[in-house]
């Protein structure tokens, strides 16, 4: 009875452990977004060094936290941002909204994703809202926004 009492503890505490190391948390896909501020569009080109996966057109959406850390430089817990990207045409001298590839989010909670800087990462595969496509926690992207550091690892800048 008592070596089955000690199993079962420790196989309590064993799970636990691995949840807090797997990093629990997930970002959820934003409902609503495009509701938000709009912050900036952009064009990523053939030969840009992001070009893989990012190449196409960008639109990145803040929400009203997000808009705090964006002008403050310090971004406030459940500040959420998103990347949309979506491939592009060329037509008639003008660039035209293609397919979705992606809509990337950041979310701010300083607890809940410790080992990236405050931020959860995640992505989303075409117009899915359940097909995940950050398999690390986060520690890709985060290896990346690391530069900008000095802008809480956002590389959006205000502009009014």
Known sequence: ????????????????ATQACAG?????YPENYRSWTHLKSM??????????????LHHVYG????????????YPTGSV??????QYKQSDKTIQEGERKLLGVMVKD???????????????AGDSKSKR?????????????????KSDFVFSKFRS
């Open 1 to 16: 009875m008592r070596r089955n009492l000690f199993v079962l503890l420790f196989v309590i505490l064993l799970s636990f």
């Open 81 to 86: 941002l998103v990347f949309d990207l979506l």
């Open 63 to 74: 929400n009203d936290k997000a808009l705090q850390g964006l002008k403050g430089g310090k």
């Open 24 to 28: 629990g948390s997930k970002v959820a």
């Open 43 to 56: 064009v990523i080109e053939p030969g840009h060094p992001l070009e893989n996966p990012f190449q196409g």
């Open 110 to 124: 300083e607890n809940a994703f410790k080992m990236t800087g405050g931020w959860g990462f995640e992505g989303f």
């Open 133 to 149: 496509l950050v398999g690390d926690g986060g520690k890709s992207c985060y290896s990346c926004h690391t530069a900008q550091e």
